[in-house]
Nanobody, 118 residues
């Protein structure tokens, strides 16, 4: 069974940085596109960054030029470098492998809380 374990969240001041990590067990990730999602209180989960099998990346407009997604297939890890954080980035962050239309391949992990506040 595939497990996703996100880590690296915390409390950070506006303008600060965090690096999130996602450890995948039970499956190789080399055959999947991978993505980071976030869910703020009272809002739907949204995809914020995606990295394809070949390494191409795409981002939600709200995080473009501030967030960077990367992957290490050998270590089965996915990362999200978040810079210039804003209060509106506050959410629980999750990783998963996106399905072509919507949804995700694997069961969701517990996520990691990111809180941006002064």
């Amino acid at each position: 069974q595939v497990q996703l374990v996100e880590s690296g969240g915390g409390l950070v001041q506006p303008g600060g940085s965090l690096r999130l990590s996602c450890a995948v067990s039970g499956s190789s990730i080399s055959i999947y596109a991978m993505a980071w999602y976030r869910q703020a209180p009272g809002k739907q989960r949204e995809l914020v960054a995606r990295i394809d099998i070949g390494g191409s990346t795409s981002y939600a407009d709200s995080v473009k030029d501030r967030f960077t997604i990367s992957r290490d297939n050998a270590k089965k890890m996915v990362y999200l470098q978040m810079n210039t954080l804003k209060p509106e980035d506050t959410a629980v962050y999750y990783c998963n492998a996106p399905l072509p239309q919507s949804g995700a391949f694997f069961s969701w992990g517990q996520g990691t809380q990111v809180t941006v506040s002064s």
